[in-house]
């Protein structure tokens, strides 16, 4: 069944009509774990990616620790195979056979020596490819000529490389024609180490779904602003502080994976980002978000935090130039 965005409580360019000249779609992804190809749009599985050119790499790290991606994938089968089982009825917790109870227990005291990195160069790490086919509003960015995106990353955070990526990994963007991929990588490289788990993207298939948003308040004139306010508080004293609807929360941004759309500022204050090269005010092409079950958008089926991704806070973002989407992209977090 194909996760989908519940009923809008209400169309808030009803009582703001003023809002319309505002809005923006956006295409929710709705990952969900799976087993995508290199054909598919996705997160966390193989790039189309062309045999003849080179992999990659950060040279930014020494001698790092972190987590082996096989041995992070590993404790991940494990637990998942024994949630599958019924609990012992003596209450001991999870069904893990006595040879998983064994590896799990190896990993947890291997836990307290995090792995340690050889210093060579990482290969970065493949996050997601979206297809203009797949994904409606992939095409207002695209460069012309172009109608795939791909992500990677270098899965450690704190990277000096000028696009305001402090607050987690270091990204990469690369637009492609697909059809000009005719002999693709087989064996896709990754790193042999990543700073935490959560850079570790479960493979998921993609369920887009167009929606529309309005701005973040602080986008908006002052006085629309305070019109907005009095018309919630208005609400909420006819019908409660539970089920009144907020214009922030449930009728502009969606929560979740997306493509274009508003950008939400729930934890810091707005900031305007601006392009380095050209100084257009700069657009956020991809949202990554925890979870997208927050407030009145939670879609049906779940689950609500499907990737296993997080940086940043809850939401990491890649930024992009909309005079030339080949101008250094940037990131931001929340
Ligand atoms: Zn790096
Ligand atoms: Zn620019």
Redesign the pocket.
Known sequence: MKPTTPYRPLDVTVPFPELTAYARTATRLHPRPGAPSAADSHVGGPLLWPEDEAWPECREHGRVRGVRPRRARRYEEILAAAAARPRPADGSGWAYTAAERAEVQAMTDAGHQPDEHDGSPLPLLALAQFHARDVPDLAAFAPPGTDLVQVLWCPFAGHEDGSYSHFGPSTRLFWRRAADVTNPLSVQPEPPIVERTWYLPVPCVLHPEQVTEYPWADYLPPALVSRIEAWEDDIEARVGRDAAPTYQYDLSIAPGWKIGGWDSWHRTDLVRLH??????GMRPLLTMDRCESQASWGPFPGPGCPTGVTAGRDEYRAFV?P??PT?PHRMSAQ
């Not at 392009?275 to 257009?280: P, T, V």
């Open positions: 392009c380095e090269a050209c100084g257009a130039c005079a030339d101008h």
